[in-house]
């Protein structure tokens, strides 16, 4: 009887903005459904150990993945026959291996064409040393076959779930906590989010004018107060900015917020807007990259590039919120049925893997 494969995946990401998350839905639908094989669990051990399986071998690592370009530990993984990486950022080591890949826009909006070139070359040998790559979006799916060359076959897309226990968590906070007149964004604090544009935006708002708040989540301590020390004294007056909150911290945005804004000159995903809906939140997003894919029909849209535009969005979807919420209850329940659960995700992550795997054994 031959031995079973090791598939080493790496969960060093969890608790780490999209790809924490992500990892987080992908140990939550295998332990839902166990996957064959031993499977070694390499991260930080508490939070592994929350949400692994009986027959699961968890490895300790607290190390952040992103040291050094995610080369710090680069050595240090355990020993397996398979090796899943959750981010592009990954060691360099050339390894029987699937890596999430979310996107290539760092390509598009690097600080000059040298840096352009480091990042392309980088993202080349991760992809030549993965097989598959997994996405998340076809506008993701569509830059990496054209940015990176890599053959379509090669890259196979895993659908986002909708996630009921989130979904019941925000629920009920909705029902103790208060809401307050604020708009929601989370996100990293770079170039592609559009954040200039967003703010003279809703500047203009009659929102914004009504005592209306913007929110803004994202980033680092540091990044955080970068971002804090670039408000001109008006917007200073309507603008709270937070670093990267916890899950729970999340939650409690969530529940309180009237609606969410995405601006975003492009995205591979857009998981905040795509939570936001599943909880019902209102949301408005901008036309960038997947997000028309990931929100169509269920949000509020505008031209990334147009202020008027998005000032006009932004009031709109403030209107909606502050009115009944049958209308986006209803859009959370058509999500429901039109995105896998988690345990589905879980599985389909797992079959994605399997062909190749046993290719190699």
């Excluded at 009237?258 to 807007?273: D, I, R, T």
């Excluded at 999500?335 to 190749?356: C, E, I, K, N, Y």
């Amino acid at each position: 009887m031959p031995i079973a494969p090791t598939v080493v995946l790496d969960c060093r990401w969890l608790g780490i903005g999209g790809p924490g998350r992500t990892t987080e839905l992908v140990l939550r639908g295998l332990a839902q459904g166990p996957p064959d094989g031993r499977w070694v669990l390499w991260g930080p051990k508490a939070a592994i150990t929350a949400l692994a399986w009986p027959a699961a071998d968890v490895r300790p690592l607290g190390a952040d993945p992103r040291m050094l370009l995610g080369q710090r530990h680069a050595f240090d993984i355990p020993q397996g026959d398979f090796y899943v990486f959750m981010h592009q950022q990954r060691p360099l080591r050339r390894l029987p291996s699937a890596t999430v890949m979310y996107d290539t826009i760092a390509l598009r909006y690097a600080p000059g064409p040298a840096s352009r070139e480091l990042r392309r070359l980088f993202l080349r040998r991760i992809a030549a040393t993965s097989r598959p790559i997994i996405t998340i979006s076809e506008h993701s799916k569509t830059g990496i076959v054209r940015d990176l060359g890599v053959p379509p076959e090669n890259v196979e897309i895993l659908r986002f779930p909708f996630d009921g226990e989130f979904v019941d968590r925000v629920l009920t906070l909705r029902k103790t906590v208060a809401r307050v007149d604020a708009a929601l964004f989370i996100g990293g604090f770079l170039p592609h989010k559009n954040l200039p544009r967003l703010l003279s935006a809703f500047g203009d708002t009659d929102f914004c004018r009504g005592g209306g708040q913007l929110v803004l989540v994202g980033g680092t301590p540091g990044q955080a107060r970068e971002m804090l020390s670039r408000l001109d004294q008006r917007q200073r007056g309507f603008v709270t900015v937070h670093h990267s909150c916890s899950q729970g911290e999340i939650d409690q945005l969530y529940a309180s917020s009237l609606f969410l804004v995405q601006p975003s000159l492009e995205e591979g995903f857009g998981l905040p807007a795509w939570e936001a809906m599943c909880c019902g939140l209102p949301v408005c997003v901008s036309d960038g990259g997947s997000l028309p894919e990931v929100t169509r029909g269920f949000a509020e849209p505008f031209p990334a590039t147009s202020v008027p535009a998005m000032t006009a969005a932004i009031d709109a979807c403030a209107a909606s919120a502050l009115t009944p919420d049958e209308g986006a209850l209803s859009r959370s329940a058509g999500l429901r049925q039109r995105a896998p659960t988690v345990a589905q995700f879980g599985s389909q992550f797992a079959a994605v893997l399997a062909d190749h795997v046993l290719q190699r054994h």
